[in-house]
Nanobody
Framework: QVQLVESGGGLVQTGGSLRLSCAAAGRTVSDYAMGWFRQAPGKEREFVGVINWSGRSTFYADSVKGRSTISRDNAKNTIYLQMNSLKPEDTAVYYC????????????????WGQGTQVTVSS
């Protein structure tokens, strides 16, 4: 079992940047595909992006493609979500998640979740 803790959220103006971190404990993140999701008030949790175990393959939702980059540092047991050109519609709680399979865009593919970190983008 792996425990995930997100950090790095906060309040940022439109056009700004944030880097979210997801630190893992209990197991090494290299055992998992790692995903990022977000959930805005009153909405379902939605896929943001995923990175495979080696870090050589990533996939992003259209809504963040070109503005976001997921990376991983297996030595630090941490993954990152760099978000640029932030928009008010990016406001949400952001979650990282670990998948024991290949990971996908579906929340059902993930076995472990962090508690989330709030990102608020002001207009």
């Amino acid at each position: 079992q792996v425990q995930l803790v997100e950090s790095g959220g906060g309040l940022v103006q439109t056009g700004g940047s944030l880097r979210l971190s997801c630190a893992a404990a209990g197991r090494t993140v290299s055992d998992y595909a790692m995903g990022w999701f977000r959930q805005a008030p009153g909405k379902e949790r939605e896929f943001v992006g995923v990175i495979n175990w080696s870090g050589r393959s990533t996939f992003y939702a259209d809504s963040v493609k070109g503005r976001s980059t997921i990376s991983r540092d297996n030595a630090k047991n941490t993954i990152y979500l760099q978000m640029n050109s932030l928009k008010p519609e990016d406001t949400a709680v952001y979650y990282c998640a670990a998948s024991t399979t290949t990971g996908s865009t579906s929340v059902r593919s993930y076995d472990y979740w962090g508690q989330g970190t709030q990102v608020t983008v002001s207009s």
